[in-house]
């Protein structure tokens, strides 16, 4: 995908809100910055980021220089370190996201099963919706999404969430 880097289109997607601005008072450059981004990356793409190599270069400048804090501060923000992680935590509480039930994987299982495999039902077509957005701009109303951990710690730590 070919990105205009210097479009408003862009700009506005990466553009700090006044209510976000007064989520960071308190915080470091380097913590204003990576709260910053997260959010941000949360807001445009639907997932938190795992890695620094996910985040567009372009994206951090327009943030750092909304924030006044220089863009390579980032590097030294641990996105799965505590701060992070506390961070993750506040971003899904203002975003309305909160941890799936066994209840909302039932409904989601559900709707897999009725209303999206039974016209391909083989599994792999099925993670295949999930993951390339087909099957999940159907469910997105529910808003439920998988948040992934380090790969290192993918096996036992897939914790899903949904939107309140």
């Excluded at 804090?69 to 370190?81: D, I, K, S």
């Amino acid at each position: 995908m070919d990105v205009n880097h210097f479009s408003e289109e862009f700009q506005d997607l990466w553009a700090l809100t006044g209510d976000e601005m007064k989520l960071l008072p308190g915080m470091t450059g380097k913590g204003r910055l990576g709260f910053a981004v997260v959010l941000k990356f949360m807001q445009v793409y639907g997932r938190l980021p795992e890695r620094h190599d996910e985040l567009d270069p372009h994206a951090v400048g327009l943030i750092a220089a909304q924030l006044d804090v220089m863009a390579e501060t980032l590097a030294t923000y641990e996105m799965l370190g505590r701060q992070g992680q506390r961070h993750r935590r506040q971003i899904r509480g203002y975003l309305g996201f909160r941890p799936a039930t066994g209840s909302d994987l039932k409904q989601l299982t559900r709707w897999l099963s009725e209303d999206l495999l039974p016209f391909d039902p083989q599994a792999r077509h099925g993670r295949e919706m999930g993951s390339t957005g087909a099957g999940r701009s159907a469910w997105s109303h529910r808003r439920l999404i998988i948040l992934t951990v380090s790969s290192a710690q993918r096996s036992t730590a897939m914790k899903p969430v949904c939107r309140r």
